[in-house]
């Protein structure tokens, strides 16, 4: 489905070409082309949380996948407990999360300064979480 958004996106570029179009209508074409872009990017982060979720399961309890454990970078398909997985489908679905606050961000009308400082606590919070991912 992200894929089939994503060749709609394509397609649909070409009228941000056209000389007929306002400033106006020009920069609310731009917003709503940045938040499909952003929804493609969601799709394809669920079905990659999709894919590790089925290939994880697939490799704890019925058997190992020989590509992922005989490779000689890090794979990550290659899962030795359901605690991996966990903490690598974690990962995946907090990205999906910050991608979902950057779509409500681009949509967020500010019209007083607390609202700002919503925003500014929202991204704060992400670089917390951000951190404390890695630093665990």
Not at 1 to 5: K, N, R, S
């Given at each position: 489905?992200?894929?089939?958004?994503a060749y709609y996106l394509v397609t649909h570029l070409g009228d941000y070409l056209s000389a007929d179009l306002s400033e106006q209508a020009r920069k609310a074409f731009r917003v709503t082309t940045i938040t499909h872009v952003v929804e493609v990017i969601d799709g394809y982060l669920l079905a990659t949380v999709l894919f590790m979720f089925s290939l994880g399961l697939y490799e704890l309890f019925v058997s190992k996948?020989?590509?992922a454990e005989s490779s000689e970078t890090p794979s990550v398909l290659a899962i030795h407990?359901?605690?991996e997985l966990k903490s690598?489908?974690?990962r995946v679905i907090i990205m999906i999360l910050i991608v979902n606050f950057f779509e409500q961000a681009i949509?967020?009308?500010i019209d007083v300064?607390?609202?700002l400082?919503?925003?500014a606590a929202g991204i704060a919070l992400i670089g917390l979480t951000l951190y404390l991912t890695e630093k665990h």
């Open positions: 489905m992200a894929t089939v958004d996948i020989e590509q407990s359901l605690d690598r489908l974690g949509k967020m009308k300064p607390l609202d400082l919503a925003l």
